[in-house]
């Protein structure tokens, strides 16, 4: 927000440094980022009054003009600019001047014709040329017509105010005024605002309910349209002081009637539009949503597609403006235009916002409306527009007002306990004291007893809904910096972590500790993951729970699982040639509730890995496999005192067949580890082999234990054997093992598979599986008889449940 020094003046008696003041701005919560001259220094360059416009002798391109500078006689200036003119009033440099882009403005001979002096361009001035008239940004500036010949540019343009830019937070909706950010200057100075002067004289010869009606078709969207007529107006150029203002806040001037519903706006925060009321059908305003298929062209030349969600303002027949964001070209004022309809209203700020989001269009208008527009200052800002259009239009009043104000503002009223204000802000404010900070921004307070006040919010201040919100006010206005330092009291309690949180702490520690590094990804997913996963079109995993106001497409869905989370972040370091990958995340997903609809949120810890391990000067690198993964799992039960876990084979969307299995306890499945499918990793454009693994977090919490149980060292010596056996195929070395364990009994104390082997010697089909066995007694030392006794009975037990042979 873009506020002049010189505007504020207006309306509160302020003569403090503007950088004073804007420091003190900003401590009252309205953060100034910039005070910034509004113009460069323009000494030497006076108003000139072009008196006649001569073609040039030698040039067909130049111009010889006289120009008046109220000094002298009228000087000779070659002009080579195609919109100069007789009777303009144009910024001259004097011969010595240096203008701000550098140049020095001598005597000079142009085509054989001297030339004393130079008309200047908004650029060459070093203005914005954006503010500028359309017909002005390529040639020379037209000054306005009320100008002063003979007068500084400077002062003519008002080019020594200082502008402020102000950062506003979305609450402060009301500091899109002038008016109101000069209430707060005043509050911070001590001085009253000064009351906009209303007066004007209405024309007896036209009533304002004859010649137009108003109907709003749905209240909920629309809370007031306040319509006012000014007839007979001349449109022209606005005068140099409305110039002035509109360009030290960002506007271009455009015309009279038209800088006048901008400066209201600027001035008073509420949007107008000004109609052409000869191109109104039927003499009638109805607001209303957008008809099936009705279209607009909009101020700015571009056709909209609207639809029921918008609201538009309507004639008779066809739609004149998309309400609270941009006029339409079919009934805008024109140079020919002599009466003027003046819409001043309040729409729905979420159905303004979803609009202005949806037709990709965004105005000062549409700002305004999104944050909230003081609904009782509708009446008001129409009756300032039509008193300044008629003193600056030559135009006349038409009596009366047409007001459809369907559903009347209540204020709001909220109690403001003194002692809860002086605790929170650790201050000894007076009730006094308190009343007079709020009645500095127009919050007026009355006493009902018991130290507590009944303060009336006034309609401008739509952030205002609780008493902590006035305990604020009180707060900024007293000042942030008196208020004093103290550190908060309370009693603080020892907080001790639930077993969840330690769970989660002890399994990042132990897959760090494996070497596996954590990250963190967005809980959002692109829907098309679930088809680079090659995703069954029923699965779960496809019932996400979907965003309504997404960031993108691309995060539009709440993720089911982390998997494609990390499968991307895999893609995005392979395509920074980072080809070694060891990660792991804890997370939550999200799936739909099916009796509530509320999302049911699930952690989970998956991981991935990629590549190969880092070697060293002795051993070269070792790749990441199914097996490495499977011993950081089998590591991860051990630690979290999970036992007789099982793995077993397994089919899982987005992993290889037979290379995938699941971790289960009992009937507890604790989650699934396999290879990731080829098709799979080249969706993800991975060149490499890759392993994930994805764990239910709850299951593990259910499980695991943080207890740890003493074993005592064994005192008496342990005898090896080693067991050699060919199995069929597709026997998992998993249930030969609980076989072997079983049979063992209590003199086995380790079982352990040491090698596997597919190939010569080995029939088709078969596989050659070797074990460890040790056997040991914790009560005494066992005999040669009894070992190979035991030893015998494993084997056999082999020979009979699975027809194993030895090797």
Request: proline share 5%; aromatic share 6%; charged share 30%.
């Given at each position: 927000m873009l506020v002049s020094y010189q505007w504020l003046k207006d309306y509160v008696d302020i003569d403090m440094d503007p950088q004073e003041l804007a420091d003190k701005l900003t401590m009252v919560g309205l953060e100034v980022s910039s005070?910034?001259?509004?113009?460069?220094?323009?000494?030497?360059?006076?108003?000139?009054?072009?008196?006649?416009?001569?073609?040039?002798?030698?040039?067909?391109?130049?111009?010889?003009?006289?120009?008046?500078?109220?000094?002298?006689?009228?000087?000779?200036?070659?002009?080579?600019?195609p919109n100069v003119a007789a009777g303009q009033k144009v910024p001259v440099a004097?011969?010595?001047?240096?203008?701000?882009?550098?140049?020095?403005?001598?005597?000079?001979?142009?085509?054989?014709?001297?030339?004393?002096?130079?008309?200047?361009?908004?650029?060459?001035?070093?203005?914005?040329?954006?503010?500028?008239?359309?017909?002005?940004?390529?040639?020379?500036?037209?000054?306005?017509?009320?100008s002063v010949v003979g007068d500084s540019v400077e002062k003519t343009l008002n080019l020594d105010d200082t502008v402020f830019e102000i950062d506003l937070t979305p609450n402060r909706a009301d500091c899109m005024s002038i008016r109101n950010i000069a209430r707060e200057v005043g509050a911070i100075a001590g001085l009253k605002l000064k009351p906009l002067d209303l007066?004007?004289?209405?024309?007896?010869?036209?009533?304002?309910?004859?010649?137009?009606?108003?109907?709003?078709?749905?209240?909920?969207?629309?809370?007031?349209?306040?319509a006012r007529v000014v007839t007979g107006v001349t449109i022209g150029p606005s005068p140099a002081w409305?110039?002035?203002?509109?360009?030290?806040?960002?506007?271009?001037?455009?015309?009279?009637?038209?800088?006048?519903?901008?400066?209201?706006?600027?001035?008073?925060?509420?949007?107008?539009?000004?109609?052409?009321?000869?191109?109104l059908e039927e003499k009638t305003i109805v607001v209303r949503r957008a008809g099936e298929g009705e279209k607009i062209i909009t101020l700015d030349g571009q056709e909209r597609q609207l639809d029921e969600n918008t609201l538009v303002i309507a004639d008779g027949k066809r739609p004149v403006a998309i309400a609270g964001i941009m006029g339409g070209e079919n009934s805008e004022i024109m140079e020919d235009t002599t009466t003027v309809l003046i819409e001043s209203a309040n729409f729905n700020m979420v159905n303004i916002r979803r609009s202005s989001k949806r037709l990709g269009l965004r105005s000062e208008s549409s700002m305004r409306f999104e944050k909230g527009v003081n609904i009782e200052g509708a009446r008001e800002a129409a009756d300032?527009?039509?008193?300044?259009?008629?003193?600056?239009?030559?135009?006349?009043?038409?009596?009366?007002?047409?007001?459809?104000?369907p559903r009347k503002w209540t204020p709001v009223k909220i109690e403001l306990n003194v002692k809860k204000v002086n605790n929170l802000l650790d201050l000894n404010l007076s009730e006094e004291k308190i009343v007079d900070l709020l009645g500095s921004i127009d919050l007026k307070s009355d006493s009902i007893g018991h130290d507590t006040l009944l303060v009336t919010v006034p309609p401008f201040r739509l952030d205002i809904e609780r008493e902590i919100d006035l305990v604020e006010e009180v707060a900024r206005l007293y000042g942030y910096e008196k208020i004093p330092l103290t550190i908060p009291e309370g009693d603080v309690g020892q907080q001790k972590m639930t077993w969840e949180q330690v769970l989660e702490r002890k399994c990042k520690e132990i897959l760090t500790g494996c070497g596996l590094t954590e990250v963190i990804s967005f809980s959002f997913l692109n829907p098309k993951s679930f088809d680079k996963m090659g995703l069954p079109e029923d699965h779960s995993m496809r019932k996400g729970v979907e965003i309504s106001n997404p960031l993108s497409e691309e995060h539009s869905v709440m993720r089911t699982s982390l998997i494609p989370n990390l499968l991307e972040i895999a893609q995005r370091n392979v395509s920074r040639k980072v080809?070694?990958?060891?990660?792991?995340?804890?997370?939550?997903?999200?799936?739909?509730?099916?009796?509530?609809?509320?999302?049911i949120e699930s952690p989970v810890l998956s991981g991935l890995v990629m590549g190969s391990m880092f070697g060293g000067w002795k051993w070269g690198k070792e790749e990441f496999d199914f097996f490495f993964l499977k011993g950081v799992l089998e590591e991860l039960m051990d630690r979290l005192n999970i036992k007789d876990t099982k793995w077993e084979p397994c089919s899982f969307p987005g992993l290889h067949p037979g290379r995938s299995a699941r971790l289960i306890r009992g009937d507890k499945i604790l989650g699934v580890l396999g290879e990731v499918h080829p098709d799979v990793l080249e969706n993800y454009e991975l060149s490499s082999k890759a392993c994930i693994f994805e764990l239910d977090f709850t299951v593990l919490a259910a499980l695991g234990s943080q207890e740890k149980q003493y074993t005592v060292l064994q005192r008496f010596p342990s005898a090896e054997r080693d067991l050699a056996i060919i199995v069929s195929e597709d026997i998992a070395a998993a249930e030969l093992e609980e076989v072997i364990i079983n049979a063992g009994g209590d003199i086995l104390a380790e079982c352990r598979l040491f090698d596997v082997y597919r190939g010569k010697q080995i029939p088709e089909n078969k596989k050659s599986l070797a074990y460890s066995l040790i056997y040991r007694s914790p009560e005494r030392t066992l005999t040669d008889e009894e070992i190979n006794e035991k030893h015998e009975e494993i084997k056999q037990k082999l020979f009979t449940e699975f027809g194993a042979e030895l090797r």
């Amino acid at each position: 927000m873009l506020v002049s020094y010189q505007w504020l003046k207006d309306y509160v008696d302020i003569d403090m440094d503007p950088q004073e003041l804007a420091d003190k701005l900003t401590m009252v919560g309205l953060e100034v980022s910039s005070v910034t001259r509004l113009g460069p220094n323009m000494e030497g360059v006076l108003v000139g009054y072009v008196e006649h416009v001569d073609p040039h002798p030698n040039s067909d391109r130049l111009s010889l003009c006289r120009v008046d500078i109220g000094k002298g006689e009228p000087l000779n200036i070659v002009c080579g600019a195609p919109n100069v003119a007789a009777g303009q009033k144009v910024p001259v440099a004097m011969i010595g001047t240096c203008l701000p882009n550098g140049q020095k403005i001598e005597k000079a001979v142009i085509r054989k014709v001297e030339s004393h002096g130079m008309i200047c361009s908004g650029d060459e001035m070093g203005l914005d040329a954006a503010l500028l008239p359309k017909d002005q940004q390529e040639g020379i500036m037209v000054l306005p017509e009320d100008s002063v010949v003979g007068d500084s540019v400077e002062k003519t343009l008002n080019l020594d105010d200082t502008v402020f830019e102000i950062d506003l937070t979305p609450n402060r909706a009301d500091c899109m005024s002038i008016r109101n950010i000069a209430r707060e200057v005043g509050a911070i100075a001590g001085l009253k605002l000064k009351p906009l002067d209303l007066d004007f004289e209405e024309s007896t010869d036209a009533l304002t309910k004859d010649m137009i009606s108003v109907e709003i078709k749905d209240p909920d969207l629309c809370g007031r349209y306040v319509a006012r007529v000014v007839t007979g107006v001349t449109i022209g150029p606005s005068p140099a002081w409305l110039q002035n203002r509109l360009r030290a806040v960002g506007v271009r001037p455009i015309s009279n009637i038209v800088d006048v519903t901008n400066f209201v706006m600027m001035e008073m925060g509420q949007p107008l539009h000004a109609f052409d009321y000869r191109f109104l059908e039927e003499k009638t305003i109805v607001v209303r949503r957008a008809g099936e298929g009705e279209k607009i062209i909009t101020l700015d030349g571009q056709e909209r597609q609207l639809d029921e969600n918008t609201l538009v303002i309507a004639d008779g027949k066809r739609p004149v403006a998309i309400a609270g964001i941009m006029g339409g070209e079919n009934s805008e004022i024109m140079e020919d235009t002599t009466t003027v309809l003046i819409e001043s209203a309040n729409f729905n700020m979420v159905n303004i916002r979803r609009s202005s989001k949806r037709l990709g269009l965004r105005s000062e208008s549409s700002m305004r409306f999104e944050k909230g527009v003081n609904i009782e200052g509708a009446r008001e800002a129409a009756d300032r527009a039509a008193k300044l259009m008629a003193n600056l239009g030559g135009g006349r009043v038409a009596s009366g007002v047409v007001d459809n104000y369907p559903r009347k503002w209540t204020p709001v009223k909220i109690e403001l306990n003194v002692k809860k204000v002086n605790n929170l802000l650790d201050l000894n404010l007076s009730e006094e004291k308190i009343v007079d900070l709020l009645g500095s921004i127009d919050l007026k307070s009355d006493s009902i007893g018991h130290d507590t006040l009944l303060v009336t919010v006034p309609p401008f201040r739509l952030d205002i809904e609780r008493e902590i919100d006035l305990v604020e006010e009180v707060a900024r206005l007293y000042g942030y910096e008196k208020i004093p330092l103290t550190i908060p009291e309370g009693d603080v309690g020892q907080q001790k972590m639930t077993w969840e949180q330690v769970l989660e702490r002890k399994c990042k520690e132990i897959l760090t500790g494996c070497g596996l590094t954590e990250v963190i990804s967005f809980s959002f997913l692109n829907p098309k993951s679930f088809d680079k996963m090659g995703l069954p079109e029923d699965h779960s995993m496809r019932k996400g729970v979907e965003i309504s106001n997404p960031l993108s497409e691309e995060h539009s869905v709440m993720r089911t699982s982390l998997i494609p989370n990390l499968l991307e972040i895999a893609q995005r370091n392979v395509s920074r040639k980072v080809l070694d990958l060891s990660i792991f995340e804890f997370g939550r997903v999200f799936h739909p509730g099916e009796e509530t609809g509320e999302p049911i949120e699930s952690p989970v810890l998956s991981g991935l890995v990629m590549g190969s391990m880092f070697g060293g000067w002795k051993w070269g690198k070792e790749e990441f496999d199914f097996f490495f993964l499977k011993g950081v799992l089998e590591e991860l039960m051990d630690r979290l005192n999970i036992k007789d876990t099982k793995w077993e084979p397994c089919s899982f969307p987005g992993l290889h067949p037979g290379r995938s299995a699941r971790l289960i306890r009992g009937d507890k499945i604790l989650g699934v580890l396999g290879e990731v499918h080829p098709d799979v990793l080249e969706n993800y454009e991975l060149s490499s082999k890759a392993c994930i693994f994805e764990l239910d977090f709850t299951v593990l919490a259910a499980l695991g234990s943080q207890e740890k149980q003493y074993t005592v060292l064994q005192r008496f010596p342990s005898a090896e054997r080693d067991l050699a056996i060919i199995v069929s195929e597709d026997i998992a070395a998993a249930e030969l093992e609980e076989v072997i364990i079983n049979a063992g009994g209590d003199i086995l104390a380790e079982c352990r598979l040491f090698d596997v082997y597919r190939g010569k010697q080995i029939p088709e089909n078969k596989k050659s599986l070797a074990y460890s066995l040790i056997y040991r007694s914790p009560e005494r030392t066992l005999t040669d008889e009894e070992i190979n006794e035991k030893h015998e009975e494993i084997k056999q037990k082999l020979f009979t449940e699975f027809g194993a042979e030895l090797r």
